[in-house]
């Protein structure tokens, strides 16, 4: 297969404080899941993670908070961090991931170093009361929204697994072709007792499908991105969601579950004869 694969990281620089209702979400404090919940991660360690992944080949590295948006403390925090590690590993493109974002927020963290922001769809807009009550799509929109008109790469996707229907999964890539992306995270709903919503009733070759269906319907997204419940999702079949149209994923652990060693998965691209990219 001739292309390459662009690998990116996530942090969670805080976890597990959000006072929002979303069901498929471990972070949520209302379903009370067994993860470890922090308040800011210290700066040593982000910056060290943030070389393990540079050094691992990642190109992206994407700070996450768990709340609903940009309180002023979480902007002062994400700023600060991306300034150190503007300085301490400049390869990296920083990505910021904190939820609903005014244009004025979004400005202050790309002056900090922030190059682009992920905010995802999660659903469609139909289906989307019934995953979530206490925020609505349409804030989600405008954040999207927000993103271009700042000037910051958008990264936006969402989840498949939910209960959703095949009518609402087209609505949600109808809804992200119109943002027009850069980068599209796909993520498999991966069950957590905590919570009320049923286990992910996809199989496999449905998982692989949906993935075609993405990169069919968003042709100019320059990435699709597998990102969260890979290695659940696919198991030992995960090498063939590149030959279904992805071009991405995220390597090393999720935001509150782990995923496998990125030794692992640079092992798995070399036996396919596929590339890690090395510029973005
Ligand atoms: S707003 Fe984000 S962190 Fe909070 S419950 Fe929803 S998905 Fe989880």
Redesign the pocket.
Known sequence: MDKKIFLCSICNINSGT?N???K??S??VRYRADIERFKQKPIDKIVQEAIVARDSGALGFCLVT???GLSDKTLEFVCSIAKVLSKETPELRLIACN?TATLEQLLVLKDAGIKAYNHNLETSRAFYPHI?TT?SWDERYETCKNVKEAGLVLISGGIFGLGESMEDRISMLESLRDLQPMSVPINFYHHNEALELKPNPLSIDESLELIKLTREMIPEAQRIMVAGGRELMFKERVGEIFSYGANSIVVGNYLTTSGCAISKDLEMLKSLNLQVATSV
């Open positions: 959000c929002e209702d979303c498929f979400c972070q949520s768990s709340d609903k939820g979530c925020h």
